[in-house]
């Protein structure tokens, strides 16, 4: 059976037969200078200006691929590294603000793009990029906050749980 992690204020019901739920509590107790290992699924993205609009969300890794010429040159192992290049410093440069340094680059595993239909015109679309690495708390209340909130967009669509556990 599929197997899912939920943050959530309430606590799941369990139906027999059809889902079973077990709950823990939250309450991480975290130090400045704690290191934690860490996975990730977010949707890297930032705003792009346009003249006479609010900003547009751009993927980060999709801008990166962008830089390279239609054909070979997008499949090539350059496009594939600027790709994870732009992958991790989406992430590198907003981990202070949520409250942790990153003390070496993490892994950037699968990017995927996702295209939900809807009933009546285009589909929802966002991509998502699986991490992995070690991180160093700099601020343990602002990590606990950001845990519990979450991290980037699409979190309705699954990404933005950051899942950590001593190494």
């Known amino acids: 059976l599929p197997l899912f992690y939920v943050l959530s204020d309430r606590e799941p019901v369990a139906i027999p037969g059809l889902l079973e739920a077990q709950c823990k509590p939250f309450s991480p107790s975290l130090d400045v200078g704690d290191r934690l290992v860490f996975r990730l699924r977010a949707n890297p993205t930032v705003a792009k200006s346009v003249a006479g609009k609010r900003g547009q969300r751009a993927d980060v890794l999709m801008a990166a691929k962008y830089h390279f010429e239609v054909g070979e040159a997008r499949t090539s192992q350059a496009c594939t590294e600027a790709m994870d290049e732009a992958a991790r410093r989406w992430l590198s440069e907003r981990a202070e603000s949520w409250g942790f340094r990153l003390p070496v680059g993490p892994e950037v595993g699968t990017y995927r793009q996702h295209a939900l239909p809807k009933d009546k015109g285009r589909p ?10 070690l991180l160093e ?10 845990l519990a909130r979450g991290i980037g967009r699409a979190k309705a ?9 001593r190494p």
């Open 137 to 146: 708390v700099a601020d343990p209340g602002r990590l606990i906050e950001t």
């Open 157 to 165: 669509f699954g990404c933005g749980l950051m899942l950590i556990r």
């Open 124 to 133: 929802i679309r966002f991509s998502s990029v699986d991490y992995e690495g």
